[in-house]
């Protein structure tokens, strides 16, 4: 007993079928292999605590600057602490960091742990204006209730009102 269709017809396109299915297939499966290695995951300090990234491997780390944890040396290395509201992590980075990275502000380091368990940084992103956070940093902190965005008190400055060039509303 033959397990082929007896139509012509459906029998070339079962062939063909049986042809194109794995040529896709191992097309797909080369494809998430060359990309395995570009694929960023995006941890805050304490999702990194648990998933515990293998050393070396490529991630983004964000959370909010510790204040009084930057310290800069002279050879332009600077070291800082990434926190949410469970757990820190020791952040080194060699190079100039972004005009708007200051204590106590959402950043994103992009690089990957050591060994020793430092994130080495390649490259470090902060926000660029007040309400800014990146989406991810922002979900993760109002998931642990850290949250400063919407329904904080606005900044102390701001424009002046029109015509007024105190900043205290009309004369």
Do not use: C
Request: proline fraction near 8%; glycine fraction near 12%.
């Amino acid at each position: 007993m033959s397990f082929l269709p007896k139509s012509r017809k459906a029998r070339t396109r079962l062939l063909l079928l049986s042809i194109i299915a794995p040529v896709v297939a191992v097309a797909v499966g080369l494809a998430l292999f060359g990309m395995r290695d570009s694929i960023s995951f995006f941890y805050t300090p304490s999702q990194a605590a648990a998933a515990k990234p293998e050393p070396g491997r490529a991630i983004q780390l964000g959370g909010l600057v510790t204040e009084g944890s930057v310290v800069k040396h002279p050879d332009g290395r600077v070291e800082f602490t990434v926190r949410d509201n469970i757990s820190a992590d020791r952040v080194v980075f060699q190079g100039d960091l972004p005009d708007l990275f200051r204590e106590g502000q959402g950043i994103v380091a992009e690089g990957a742990y050591r060994a020793d368990g430092v994130f080495e940084a390649k490259r470090v992103l902060a926000k660029h204006d007040e309400t800014y956070m990146p989406k991810e940093v922002a979900d993760a902190l109002k998931e642990q209730g850290e949250w400063r965005g919407k329904g904080a008190p606005p900044p102390a400055y701001g424009p002046p009102a029109y015509g007024d060039k105190t900043g205290r509303g009309p004369t």
